[in-house]
């Protein structure tokens, strides 16, 4: 298939993807917001955060591992056969197990929430530690709900249904706002509760979905399966990926607990709103994931190129300008979206000081979306383990010595980045060996336009809003809101100009694609 073929079809799933994921998005900023108007970044905001690491530890290594990564190869591999009988038996069973595993770790767990409080934030007092396990017996129904609804959105992303999976997303933060405003007098464990009913919801809108495309669920266990074999096997090595990444995050919180108070809460509301350019990567890797796996699955290994390499090129294109605009724009945006209420100005100034760092790291992030769904549609899931487990150990090594630097947070901030940079150098350097005639030397020649144009962007959008707020005497709200939205349209413009005299071949493929018709 033609790259521009391979690019309208990429463009048209992450165009759907992506609108699923800002509108996620957008309600996950304003449910942030929310939260952050009533409890700003203190030890209920903080309590909350470490109480909720606890629940994805146990979806992401019980269940997660098959999401996605393991399940779709396998269960694709059932439509090429033409056994749709066959692949409707294997989700079922799958479902099943994920039940059948997850109930029980999150009933024990929920039995030990006060011990593991204590080993989770260590130097806080013992009302925040009691507070931090009641939070997270109310939030540990969600990893069961979880496991089955992220089949559901595996089985929906698979038949290209994509809006109808980005809409499990949207009911949970609506959920999560919902009861942050009518539970507000239980304060923070009414966002609690909110979360799980939240997951309830996630998966109850995704089951239409699953009843058009024709999905039949009986509730059943058969470890000898020969695909429920091949999703465990694929699933192992995964398992132990994700093990490692959600390590890290108790680390990170355990590393915060030692910080000053607001530390944990710093480092969430900025790392939020890194999430929300990264979503670029997750909306192209989700939408792309499909395609490399049944080109994979067929042995077409020159289309699972050419979609990786327009994937990777498009996404540093998009994301690099963006970690510059997170680190010169980041404050004025941080202060018109959540200064209010009980977010200070001081939060402000301290959480943009760990974004700042965190940017750093955006396009190492995006990187590894993309790189790891190569691995996956090859059915190579240690590579990406060995990865995650490299990075895990920078992180941490890096962590414990920056944060004893004048950094304090914003050293596991920075260490974050560090360590993704890291990653996706590796996966890269490795990748080349299982994609036949993979050349990177055009990624790297866009990668430097791309940075180029990218810096100069930042000079000018760094400079831009004093000038502004100098000529401008209108309200505090109006003012901040008029310049964020100026400067940010500029900096774009600004962008797309020196992209374009650098000769950008990815702003020519954008173009071209925005005036394809059939």
């Not at 038996?89 to 479902?95: A, C, D, E, I, P």
């Not at 995050?249 to 900025?270: D, E, F």
């Amino acid at each position: 298939m033609p790259v521009y073929q391979h690019a309208r079809k990429l463009a048209a799933a992450s165009l759907m993807v992506m609108a699923g994921f800002i509108a996620s998005r957008l309600l996950g900023l304003v449910r942030n917001v929310v939260i952050a108007q009533q409890f700003g970044t203190g030890r209920e905001y903080e309590a909350f955060i470490a109480a909720l690491t606890i629940p994805d530890l146990v979806f992401q290594i019980l269940a997660g591992g098959a999401v996605g990564s393991a399940f779709i190869p396998v269960f694709k591999g059932y439509f090429a056969r033409d056994d749709d009988e066959g692949a409707w038996r294997l989700t079922s069973l799958v479902m099943s197990l994920a039940m059948v595993v997850t109930i029980p770790a999150s009933v024990i767990l929920a039995l030990l929430a006060r011990p593991l409080a204590e080993l989770l934030v260590p130097a806080w007092d013992g009302p925040s530690k009691d507070l931090t396990a009641m939070l997270m017996q109310t939030m540990l129904i969600t990893p069961a709900v979880f496991a089955v609804s992220g089949f559901a959105t595996s089985v929906l992303n698979s038949f290209q249904r994509f809006l109808a999976a980005a809409l499990a997303p949207i009911m949970y933060n609506l959920t999560i706002i919902a009861g942050a405003w009518l539970f507000r007098s239980l304060g923070i464990e009414g966002v609690a509760i909110g979360v799980a009913i939240g997951s309830g919801l996630h998966l109850l809108v995704q089951v239409p979905g699953l009843i058009a495309v024709g999905m039949r669920f009986r509730f059943g266990i058969d470890l000898k399966h020969p695909g429920v074999r091949e999703v465990l096997r694929l699933m192992g090595p995964r398992m132990i990926g994700l093990g490692v990444m959600q390590v890290n995050q108790l680390v990170n919180v355990i590393l915060a607990s030692y910080l000053l108070v607001g530390s944990l809460g710093y480092l969430n509301v900025s790392w939020l709103m890194l999430m929300t350019p990264l979503v670029l990567a997750m909306a192209v890797s989700t939408a792309v994931f499909p395609t490399m796996a049944e080109e994979s699955a067929s042995n077409h290994g020159d289309n699972v190129r050419d979609v990786f390499v327009l994937s990777l090129r498009t996404i540093l294109f998009l994301t690099i300008p963006m970690g510059i605009g997170l680190i010169t724009l980041g404050e004025p945006l941080i202060r018109l979206l959540f200064e209010h209420g009980a977010f200070t100005a001081e939060s402000t100034r301290q959480t943009h000081f760990a974004l700042m760092f965190y940017a750093i790291g955006l396009a190492g992030h995006a990187t590894v979306e993309i790189v790891d769904r190569v691995y996956y549609a090859l059915h190579d899931t240690w590579t990406p383990v060995k990865a995650a487990s490299l990075a895990f150990t920078l992180n941490l090594v890096l962590g414990v010595l920056l944060m004893q630097t004048p950094l304090n947070f914003g050293g596991l901030a920075l260490a974050n980045s560090l360590a993704a940079l890291i990653e996706a150098t590796f996966l890269l350097a490795l990748v080349r060996r299982r994609i036949p005639n993979l050349a990177l030397t055009p990624v790297m020649k866009s990668l430097a336009r791309t940075v180029v144009a990218s810096l100069l962007m930042g000079v000018i959008v760094a400079t831009l809003p004093r000038l502004l707020q100098d000529r401008l005497a209108l309200p505090p709200t109006l003012e901040l809101s008029i310049v964020v939205g100026l400067v940010g349209i500029a900096g774009g413009m600004v962008y797309f100009a020196f992209s374009f005299l650098l000769q950008s071949e990815e702003l020519r493929v954008l173009l071209r694609l925005a005036r394809a018709r059939d």
